[in-house]
């Protein structure tokens, strides 16, 4: 999976194509080698980015606290980590 990196301390980061303002928040597919996801919330004050946090964290199974945008706050390319969490949760991404 090119859009899921592994680091040293076992924080595993996604990388993200983001298409703000769809009708629906959800996975749709690839986007060269970086996750698609498509959020309902308006890139404005943030709602955009919390969207993400709180849809990740429900599809894999963990806490939202463990969810964050480390890099693209305000850009469509985006890099989000997720603490304390393995990488078969993760898999439940590729699986939907």
Same mark, same amino acid.
């Given at each position: 999976m090119p859009w899921l990196d592994r680091r040293k301390d076992g924080t595993?980061?996604?990388s993200l194509h983001v298409q703000p303002g769809a009708a629906k928040t959800r996975? $749709?597919?690839l986007h060269g080698?970086?996750? @698609?996801?498509a959020v309902a919330a308006p890139p *404005?004050?943030?709602? +955009?980015?919390?969207?993400?946090v709180r849809f990740l964290a429900k *599809?894999?199974?963990? +806490? $939202?606290?463990?969810?964050?945008?480390i890099a693209g706050q305000t850009s469509r390319q985006k890099?989000? $980590?997720v603490y304390r969490c393995s990488e078969v949760d993760i898999r @439940?991404? $590729?699986?939907r």
């Open positions: 595993l980061v996604l996975l $749709a597919g080698d970086r996750l @698609k996801l *404005v004050d943030g709602k +955009a980015n919390g969207e993400i *599809v894999i199974g963990c +806490a $939202a606290r463990d969810v964050e945008v890099r989000v $980590a @439940k991404i $590729a699986e």
